[in-house]
């Protein structure tokens, strides 16, 4: 693909070879011709520029380091392979084994061994932290009545949610789950504690705010990099700071076909392969689809306090969400970055290049290009010859075989082309 920017020209070329049926890629090799520098010279995605060594560059293929929920890292450690006994582990303990272990230590009131009895209630649960005590027969003193699992960061707020049930929202997020897989798990591990909808949609609630600024702060850092970057291959901002650069952009959607209610896009640099900017599209709340009829007394009162918490921000047809979603990226990339996107690469579909074509964000001097992506047009010629090769068999008329076009040869026209 070739790219041209209004300050210089890069280049960016992809070198494919195929063995057999498995194509092997090798990595992109970028070369600028204006300053003639080597493709050694610049700076990698995730790695720093040559001098600048103590800078921390941001990457796109982990996590953030950092996940924070009132100042506490509930990230996960990749790198952690097994307990030593001093971490702040969750473990399921089985009720049994809780009161024989229990039942073997001595009172602290009367040091009589042999005497404390444990028990748990629903009474008084928070989702999966339970609330427990410890009685002694003996002296009949209650030695503890309290939660087994702390609050997050140790507070004693009563707003502050417990650290687990924080977790067990995060994890069946994560495996893109809801509320009722929740209750479900809680009933197969015959837990006697469970969620209600309030806690759940409060701990995602929280979660949310806390990925957001996660997001936040990776985008900055991208942000960051991308200018060093631009700067050591000659292609600095103008007098305003703005830099014209080239991204990638692509939209998704929550499942096939036109009738998914939520859609994503997201704009990516060429050159360094770091996250810019996305948008989030859902034409659905399932609050709304649940709140009072129109012509009900409270349905004045109920709008009002669903306003900040509604889902819904687009009206329209799944079909569009994609070109919505650039319409807004691109008219907030000076602001947000001062960035301009002056080209975009996309697949085959032109609707979101014409929709920020005639958007015309950034003034007639700074027009929009469009450059096709080598693999789209590779996969499609690919898809053109094996539906020649069909429709020919159909007919009778046989265009595979020795000398003729077979799949290896097909593989080969696509890389050629």
Same mark, same amino acid.
């Given at each position: 693909v070739l790219i041209k920017f209004k300050m210089g020209r890069v280049k960016f070329s992809?070198?494919?070879?195929?063995?057999?049926?498995?194509?092997?890629?090798?990595?992109?090799? %970028?070369?600028?011709?204006? !300053?003639?520098?080597?493709?050694?010279?610049?700076?990698?995605?995730?790695? +720093?520029?040559?001098?600048?060594?103590?800078?921390?560059?941001? &990457? #796109?293929?982990?996590?953030?380091?950092?996940?924070?929920?009132?100042?506490?890292?509930?990230?996960?450690?990749?790198?952690? &392979?097994?307990?030593?006994?001093?971490?702040?582990?969750?473990?399921?303990?089985?009720?049994?084994?809780?009161?024989?272990?229990?039942?073997l230590l001595a009172c602290p009131k009367c040091n009589n061994a042999g005497t404390l009895a444990y028990d748990h209630t629903n009474e008084g649960s928070n989702g999966l932290c339970v609330? !427990?005590?410890?009685?002694?027969?003996?002296?009949?003193?209650?030695?503890?009545?309290?939660?087994?699992?702390?609050?997050?960061?140790?507070?004693?707020?009563?707003?502050?949610p417990f650290e687990l049930n924080l977790r067990a929202v995060m994890a069946?997020?994560?495996?893109?789950?809801?509320? !009722?897989?929740?209750?479900?798990?809680?009933?197969?591990?015959?837990?006697?504690?469970?969620?209600s909808k309030?806690?759940?949609?409060?701990?995602?609630?929280?979660?949310?705010?806390? +990925?957001?600024?996660?997001?936040?702060?990776?985008?900055?850092?991208?942000?960051?990099?991308?200018?060093?970057?631009?700067?050591?291959?000659?292609v600095v901002p103008d007098e305003a700071g703005v830099l014209d650069i080239g991204v990638s952009f692509d939209g998704s959607w929550h499942k096939r076909g036109h009738s998914s209610h939520n859609g994503i896009a997201v704009a990516i640099d060429l050159l360094t392969g770091l996250p810019l900017d996305f948008e989030v599209l859902s034409n659905f709340c399932h609050k709304c689809n649940l709140?009072?009829?129109?012509?009900?007394?409270?349905?004045?009162?109920?709008?009002?306090?669903?306003?900040?918490?509604?889902?819904?921000?687009?009206?329209? !047809?799944?079909?569009?969400?994609?070109?919505?979603?650039?319409?807004? %990226?691109?008219?907030?990339?000076?602001?947000?970055?001062?960035?301009?996107? #002056?080209?975009?690469l996309s697949d085959g579909d032109s609707k979101s290049f014409d929709a920020v074509s005639k958007s015309n964000n950034y003034g007639p001097e700074h027009p929009i290009n469009k450059e096709e992506c080598v693999n789209h047009v590779s996969k499609r010629m690919g898809t053109a010859l094996n539906n020649l090769l069909a429709s020919s068999r159909a007919q009778g008329e046989s265009l595979s075989g020795r000398g003729k076009l077979t799949?290896?040869?097909?593989?080969?026209i696509q890389n050629y082309y």
């Open positions: 992809s070198v494919n070879k195929f063995k057999g049926k498995r194509r092997r890629s090798k990595k992109v090799v %970028i070369q600028v011709s204006k !300053s003639d520098l080597k493709h050694t010279d610049l700076p990698e995605a995730g790695g +720093s520029s040559e001098g600048d060594q103590s800078r921390p560059c941001p &990457t #796109t293929s982990k996590r953030a380091k950092k996940f924070e929920v009132f100042g506490v890292n509930l990230q996960p450690d990749a790198t952690k &392979t097994e307990s030593n006994g001093d971490e702040d582990d969750f473990i399921f303990v089985q009720k049994s084994t809780m009161k024989t272990m229990l039942s609330k !427990s005590s410890l009685f002694c027969k003996q002296c009949e003193e209650l030695v503890f009545n309290d939660y087994l699992c702390s609050r997050v960061g140790g507070s004693n707020s009563l707003t502050v069946f997020r994560g495996i893109g789950c809801g509320h !009722s897989a929740i209750k479900e798990w809680c009933g197969i591990m015959n837990m006697p504690a469970t969620f309030d806690s759940y949609y409060g701990g995602s609630n929280k979660l949310f705010n806390a +990925s957001g600024a996660t997001v936040d702060t990776v985008m900055k850092k991208s942000v960051e990099h991308i200018f060093e970057s631009y700067e050591s291959v000659g709140s009072p009829a129109e012509d009900d007394p409270d349905y004045n009162e109920w709008q009002e306090q669903h306003k900040s918490d509604c889902l819904k921000n687009y009206e329209g !047809s799944a079909n569009a969400m994609e070109v919505e979603c650039a319409k807004r %990226i691109w008219s907030r990339s000076v602001e947000k970055h001062s960035l301009r996107y #002056t080209t975009m799949k290896e040869k097909i593989l080969k």
